[in-house]
Protein backbone atom coordinates (compact mmCIF):
# COMPACT_ATOMS: atom_id res chain seq x y z
CA UNK A 1 0.00 0.00 0.00
CA UNK A 2 0.83 3.60 -0.85
CA UNK A 3 0.40 6.83 0.67
CA UNK A 4 -1.09 5.74 4.09
CA UNK A 5 -0.73 8.66 6.22
CA UNK A 6 0.22 8.77 10.07
CA UNK A 7 -3.78 9.39 11.22
CA UNK A 8 -4.73 5.94 8.72
CA UNK A 9 -1.88 3.26 10.22
CA UNK A 10 -3.75 2.12 12.99
CA UNK A 11 -7.10 1.31 11.12
CA UNK A 12 -5.11 -0.13 7.93
CA UNK A 13 -3.16 -2.35 10.66
CA UNK A 14 -6.02 -3.56 11.88
CA UNK A 15 -7.64 -3.97 8.26
CA UNK A 16 -4.78 -5.88 7.34
CA UNK A 17 -5.13 -8.04 10.82
CA UNK A 18 -8.19 -9.38 9.45
CA UNK A 19 -7.24 -10.12 5.90
CA UNK A 20 -3.86 -11.56 6.71
CA UNK A 21 -1.73 -13.21 9.84
CA UNK A 22 1.45 -10.79 8.08
CA UNK A 23 2.08 -7.58 10.57
CA UNK A 24 1.80 -5.02 8.63
CA UNK A 25 5.42 -2.70 9.07
CA UNK A 26 4.79 0.80 7.47
CA UNK A 27 7.80 2.57 5.80
CA UNK A 28 8.39 6.25 5.72
CA UNK A 29 8.79 7.23 2.27
CA UNK A 30 9.34 10.52 0.71
CA UNK A 31 9.27 11.27 -3.53
CA UNK A 32 12.84 12.36 -5.06
CA UNK A 33 14.74 12.68 -8.17
CA UNK A 34 18.50 13.21 -7.81
CA UNK A 35 19.38 16.65 -8.73
CA UNK A 36 23.44 16.66 -8.67
CA UNK A 37 26.47 14.18 -7.51
CA UNK A 38 29.02 15.58 -6.05
CA UNK A 39 28.26 19.16 -7.21
CA UNK A 40 27.63 18.14 -10.55
CA UNK A 41 24.10 17.26 -12.43
CA UNK A 42 24.12 14.23 -14.86
CA UNK A 43 25.88 14.73 -18.35
CA UNK A 44 22.78 13.59 -20.42
CA UNK A 45 25.58 14.13 -23.40
CA UNK A 46 27.66 11.30 -22.21
CA UNK A 47 26.67 7.84 -23.38
CA UNK A 48 26.77 5.97 -20.73
CA UNK A 49 24.59 8.38 -18.81
CA UNK A 50 22.29 8.61 -21.47
CA UNK A 51 21.97 4.64 -21.45
CA UNK A 52 21.15 4.92 -18.11
CA UNK A 53 18.65 7.82 -18.50
CA UNK A 54 15.53 5.97 -16.94
CA UNK A 55 17.59 4.63 -13.74
CA UNK A 56 19.19 8.21 -13.21
CA UNK A 57 16.36 10.78 -14.05
CA UNK A 58 13.71 8.76 -13.08
CA UNK A 59 11.60 9.38 -9.57
CA UNK A 60 12.32 7.59 -6.47
CA UNK A 61 10.59 6.41 -3.72
CA UNK A 62 13.40 6.51 -0.67
CA UNK A 63 13.02 5.87 2.61
CA UNK A 64 14.29 8.02 5.83
CA UNK A 65 13.57 4.34 8.57
CA UNK A 66 15.70 4.22 11.37
CA UNK A 67 17.18 0.80 10.88
CA UNK A 68 18.46 -1.75 8.03
CA UNK A 69 15.58 -4.79 6.76
CA UNK A 70 16.41 -8.18 7.71
CA UNK A 71 17.37 -8.63 4.16
CA UNK A 72 19.93 -5.57 3.43
CA UNK A 73 23.39 -5.54 4.78
CA UNK A 74 25.65 -2.33 4.95
CA UNK A 75 28.66 -3.32 2.45
CA UNK A 76 30.90 0.06 2.74
CA UNK A 77 30.80 2.42 5.59
CA UNK A 78 28.37 2.87 8.24
CA UNK A 79 24.48 2.96 9.03
CA UNK A 80 23.93 6.34 10.41
CA UNK A 81 23.14 6.70 14.50
CA UNK A 82 19.43 7.21 15.25
CA UNK A 83 20.83 10.58 16.99
CA UNK A 84 20.12 13.62 14.58
CA UNK A 85 22.99 14.78 13.43
CA UNK A 86 24.08 18.52 11.72
CA UNK A 87 24.70 16.46 8.38
CA UNK A 88 21.96 14.64 6.21
CA UNK A 89 23.02 11.27 5.57
CA UNK A 90 22.49 8.74 2.77
CA UNK A 91 22.78 5.31 2.49
CA UNK A 92 23.11 4.20 -1.12
CA UNK A 93 21.91 0.67 -2.89
CA UNK A 94 25.48 -0.90 -4.63
CA UNK A 95 24.00 -1.19 -8.08
CA UNK A 96 22.70 2.55 -7.67
CA UNK A 97 26.59 3.61 -6.48
CA UNK A 98 27.93 1.89 -9.12
CA UNK A 99 26.01 3.58 -11.72
CA UNK A 100 26.26 7.01 -10.37
CA UNK A 101 29.83 6.55 -9.40
CA UNK A 102 29.27 7.32 -5.52
CA UNK A 103 30.88 6.43 -2.88
CA UNK A 104 31.48 6.85 1.14
CA UNK A 105 31.82 10.91 1.40
CA UNK A 106 30.13 11.83 -1.85
CA UNK A 107 27.46 14.30 -1.33
CA UNK A 108 24.23 13.72 -3.08
CA UNK A 109 21.75 16.70 -3.82
CA UNK A 110 18.00 15.70 -4.17
CA UNK A 111 15.20 17.64 -5.05
CA UNK A 112 12.29 16.44 -3.19
CA UNK A 113 8.80 18.72 -4.59
CA UNK A 114 11.32 21.74 -5.64
CA UNK A 115 13.66 21.70 -2.48
CA UNK A 116 16.93 20.87 -2.76
CA UNK A 117 18.31 18.65 0.16
CA UNK A 118 22.12 17.55 0.22
CA UNK A 119 23.01 14.72 2.03
CA UNK A 120 26.45 12.75 2.82
CA UNK A 121 26.88 9.29 1.53
CA UNK A 122 27.72 7.44 4.57
CA UNK A 123 27.24 4.26 3.48
CA UNK A 124 26.63 1.11 0.64
CA UNK A 125 23.95 -1.42 1.32
CA UNK A 126 23.19 -4.36 -0.46
CA UNK A 127 19.95 -6.56 -0.80
Given at each position: ??D ?26 V ?48 W ?28 M ?6 R ?9 S??
Amino acid sequence: MVDIQRSQIDGVKELTAQMTSEELRPVPTVRTRIALVDGVAPDYQQKEVRQQQGQIGREFAVTYRPNLEENETVIAGKWWDSAPTAETEVSVVDDMARLLKVGIGSVMTFDVLGRKINAKVTSCSQN
